[in-house]
């Protein structure tokens, strides 16, 4: 290592929330308020996110894992049924089932677009499923009418995890319209936050209504303090995260406009080094909500030492994803084991996120691409040197 390489020319982290005057002073203006939770910025919130999804009703919780978890309790999913989804994903698509009971069964992805593929789908149907989870993975909306399809066959609900994926479109339908329900996620390397958060969209009326029924322990449709009709959970969003989710939703697509140039700017950097693919976009993705950016490497590159050594350049990655079922949770309950969903395995060992954020500048993708070029054409030498 030389001495210009001790020490970074910058640091660049995986994601950073992007955070404007208006955020502020809406999330103040609540603390000025003695309503800071069940009160008008939730209601306003949900309105919004409605509109913008072209659904009925939209549905605030706190996380987009609780969303995922009400979808299925609302659609009484419980012991004994078993609900598919992609191995290729966040645990909480998975874990949505185990918290009812049922038991979460994997279908493999499509090699392009990593989105779960509705002929493994198909094979993996018993007498025992109730609900298909697809995923829009890193934002690439999942091939819904085809999972539609299915499901309207064989008569089972249909929940789409879209916590990625808030404002993408496939085919020209935004997605949240096309599902009997979807979830959007506000963790803050989202593109949008409220910090913690997300929201059910759905256009069945009385389906939301139980949702809505769930998230604030269980009371009746009218919310009436002391009288639980069901159980329910306290999964409700308080008004400071409902306030910064409004004022960010206010501008959404100046946010997903700016990523998508991020991307762009990876892109054309990217595209000229032989031992990385930039992502695949699919011609059904008539609007790509860019999540996250990630590559694929060369299967003889060491991601690990890549890894290691991007870190010592100042520069954050991510493995995305570790295969849910080889998650040690999923080993040890359904025995699962290297080798049992082989596309998303051989995809998985080669990923790699780099950082992606609104607000980053072409001189920091500049310096993620040179420090990424370099690092690997030192792998390049190493394999062309090995014996
Ligand atoms: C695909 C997917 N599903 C579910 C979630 C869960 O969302 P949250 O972190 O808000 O619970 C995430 C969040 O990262 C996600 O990426």
Redesign the pocket.
Known sequence: MTVAEAVPRMWVPMSSPSINDDDVAAVLEVLRTPSLSMGPQVRAFEVAVANYAGTAEAVAVN????G?HLCLAAAGIGPGDEVVTTPF??V??GNCALYQGATPVFADIDPLTLNIDPNEVEGRLTKRTGAIVP?D?FGQPAPIEDLREIADRHGLGLFQ?A??AIGAERNGTRVGKSADAA?F???P??QMTTG???IIVTDDGSFAGVLRSLANQGRDDAGTWMNHVRLGFNYRLDEMSAALGLSQLGRLDALLDRRAKVADWYNQRLSALTAVAVPFVAPETTRMSW?VYVVRLDERIDRAALMTALEEDGVATRPYFVPIHLQPLYRERFAYKPGDFPVTERIARTTLALPFFTDMTEDQVDYVCERLAKRIGRAVQTWATAP
């Open positions: 996380s987009g894992t609780s995922l994903s966040f909480a698509s995923v993975v995890d916590c990625e979830v996620a506000f963790y390397n989202k913690e958060g997300g999540f």
